[in-house]
């Protein structure tokens, strides 16, 4: 089974700039879509964006424009690039591939 471990979280001020990564380990990483999901203290878990195998992208509708997802096959990781963040982006953030989830990374936007 594949595992993830991200990074990059960390306190950040409203309207900073964060870039999280998501590293994979086996030799899977480039067949399968890669999304990132983020859980806000007493919410649920929430979508947050996709990464086709092909390379296509979905975003929320919360973080379009703002967030960006890619991928480096080579390097068997994903990232998530957070820019114009806000304080209702204050979340750990999880990256999620077929049936396998890292442990998460805390961003926090102080307002």
């Known amino acids: 089974q594949v595992q993830l471990v991200e990074s990059g979280g960390g306190l950040v001020q409203a309207g900073g700039s964060l870039r999280l990564s998501c590293a994979a380990s086996g030799s899977t990483f480039s067949i399968y879509s890669i999304g990132w999901y983020r859980q806000a203290p007493g919410k649920q878990r929430e979508w947050v964006a996709t990464i086709s195998n092909d390379g296509s992208t979905n975003y929320a509708g919360a973080v379009k424009g703002r967030f960006t997802i890619s991928r480096d096959n080579a390097k068997n990781t994903a990232y998530l690039q957070m820019n114009s963040l806000r304080p209702e982006d204050t979340a750990v953030y999880y990256c999620?591939?077929?049936?396998?989830w890292g442990q998460g990374t805390q961003v926090t936007v102080s307002s």
């Open positions: 999620q591939q077929y049936t396998s």
